[in-house]
């Protein structure tokens, strides 16, 4: 006998399936397929007409209209729908139809209150926020959280710190909240004494940790800390590697991502530009285009910010065609995006075109801004455009209202040196509003040795070495421009101040990429498994450099 199935019961489980699959196309994505299966629907309830209000705000902001429409046309509304809206309304930034609904909710429970306290919060609405807290009926650890997230974002630690203190209940999301907030401004000291406090560590709060050891330049006690972590998850990964990057530890980032694909981590946006990143400060051109490859395959190579880090690798991997060619297919191109390209024209001395790209991108409606300038005036160094360079760097001032930063003063000084202006250029550095920095001093110094200016090479070597007493860099050169002008005296003075303060030179290195493998050479050092044949390659062509040589002079002799 079959089993009999009562109408009512039949209805109420295909009202339940239909309403799972809207949130299911929702959550995907598949808006259109979602609208579909609520058309079909024979009966709806006020779960159905929320399963579609949220898949439409969700969908893009281009869904907002037909959400709030969908909104306006309901029959039934809960609280869940008042939140939905209202959650929408924020993700997409329109805080008056938020605020609007918000006001008009006939009730609100503390998730409403949430919700309009995160998008405040997430606007940069932050006193906004704060009142809004101070008027919540009732509160509970994600409105404490939230508060705390909000304030150390926009820099007031202290008061985000005690709404922390006040909590009367706090979550591992809280504690890891604070914490981020200290690293994120700089307060490393206090959120290490926090982390040692918190009664669990939670991945969010190690990996909040980890960027701040490598904020300090301390990777080694990132690296502890980072295999520590039981479960890591894409994020943690990628502060390790970009710790890595930022600390020059390039090849380090490298092992650590091809650690990572073993472990079967999927890449993200952030851990793909750490490695383009790190391609570039190592000049690994296949390891790059092979991250290109890898962002193609998993759609990540649309963003702009991500097109941007490419061509800063391809640029200084020596391939600024390919840069150009990133540039042309980018659908929207930023002032980070025109200032990536004219830098990569400028560091391979394209004058013409830096001059060219400068004035199409204000046509294009875009403000140079002052890294912008930072590129052009660069790029007029490298042919040594004085003229051009002195203009540009007024019209900084004049024209666009840009402060000239002490990088600009390093590079109008540098063109000045680099033609032998070295009064003109000493003259700048005194005129700058701003105290010169080392980089300032140091291109004076250097033109110092080139042209033989014992005077300005001794003013400019006493700065050097008042801001940076241990670098043997400004004792070297003044050595040498000593030596140049046959002050043997001076040059036994200068070896016995560096031996007194116990200043060290540096020895000099260099690598390459062979093979997909990096060779690092340091002055001096033999320890290289190879260095028998690499010397006795130098001794061959060093050879025929002789053989050349004294054929093109015989040549010379027999004209």
């Known amino acids: 006998m079959l089993p009999r199935y009562r109408p009512a019961a039949l209805v109420a489980r295909r009202l339940l399936r239909d309403n799972q699959r809207i949130s299911e196309l929702g959550r995907a994505g598949n808006v259109s397929a979602a609208r579909r299966v609520f058309d079909a629907m024979p009966q709806r309830d006020v779960i159905s007409w929320n399963a579609l209000l949220t898949a439409l705000w969700r969908g893009g902001r281009g869904h907002l209209p037909a959400a709030r429409r969908l909104f306006d046309a309901m029959p039934d509304r809960n609280v869940i729908s008042w939140n939905s809206i209202i959650a929408g309304c924020l993700a997409h930034g329109d805080l008056a139809a938020a605020s609007a ?44 959280t939230t508060m705390v997230d909000g304030l150390a974002r926009c820099g007031q630690v202290e008061k985000a710190r005690d709404v922390f203190d006040s909590m009367p209940e706090r979550n591992l999301v809280s504690w890891a909240a604070m914490i981020s907030g200290y690293v994120e401004n700089g307060m490393f000291a206090e959120a290490r004494e926090l982390f040692e406090a918190m009664p669990e560590k939670n991945v969010v709060a190690c990996t909040a940790m980890i960027t701040g050891y490598c904020k300090e330049g301390d990777v080694e006690s990132a690296k502890r800390l980072f295999d520590g972590i039981r479960v890591k998850d894409v994020i943690s990964w990628n502060a390790m590697i970009t710790g890595y990057v930022h600390n020059g530890y390039g090849e380090e980032a490298m092992r650590l991502h091809v650690v990572m694909h073993k472990e079967g981590v999927k890449p993200d946006h952030a851990t793909i530009i750490a490695v383009l990143t790190a391609s570039s400060a190592l000049a690994l051109l296949r390891q790059g285009k092979s991250t290109h490859a890898i962002a193609i395959k998993t759609l990540l190579e649309s963003s702009t910010s991500f097109s941007n880090a490419l061509m800063t690798m391809y640029s200084r991997c020596g391939s600024l065609g390919e840069s150009e060619l990133v540039f042309v297919n980018l659908k929207s191109q930023d002032i980070v995006s025109w200032n990536t390209i004219i830098a990569a024209y400028a560091q391979h001395g394209k004058y013409q075109k830096v001059i060219a790209l400068f004035h199409e991108m204000e046509m294009h409606g875009l403000t140079p801004d002052d890294i912008t300038f930072l590129s052009v005036l660069s790029a007029c160094g490298h042919v040594g455009m004085v003229d051009v360079s002195l203009k540009l760097f007024d019209l900084m001032s004049s024209k666009y209202a840009i402060s000239p930063r002490a990088e600009h003063y390093a590079c109008i000084v540098d063109i000045l040196c680099r033609a032998g202006q070295l009064e003109k250029a000493c003259n700048y550095i005194k005129d700058m509003p701003l105290e010169a920095e080392k980089n300032v001093w140091g291109a004076l110094l250097a033109a110092c040795q080139t042209h033989g200016y014992v005077q300005l090479g001794e003013l400019a070597a006493k700065m050097l070495v008042k801001s940076d007493s241990e670098s043997s860099g400004p004792y070297v050169m003044l050595s040498n421009i000593y030596a140049a002008a046959g002050m043997w005296g001076q040059v036994n003075q200068i070896r016995g101040q560096m031996k007194e303060r116990g200043v060290k030179k540096q020895p000099g290195y260099s690598w390459t990429e062979i093979a997909n493998e990096v060779h690092m050479f340091v002055g001096g050092d033999a320890s290289h498994p190879e260095m028998r044949k690499i010397v006795s390659e130098l001794r061959k062509m060093n050879f025929h450099m002789k053989m050349v040589a004294s054929e093109t002079q015989i040549m010379a002799e027999l004209v």
């Open 101 to 144: 609904y918000f006001a008009r909710a006939p009730t609100r429970n503390v998730a409403t209150w949430n919700g309009m306290l995160a998008g405040l919060v997430r606007l940069g609405r932050v006193e906004d926020a704060d009142r809004l807290f101070g008027e919540m009926p009732s509160r509970n650890v994600v409105s404490y």
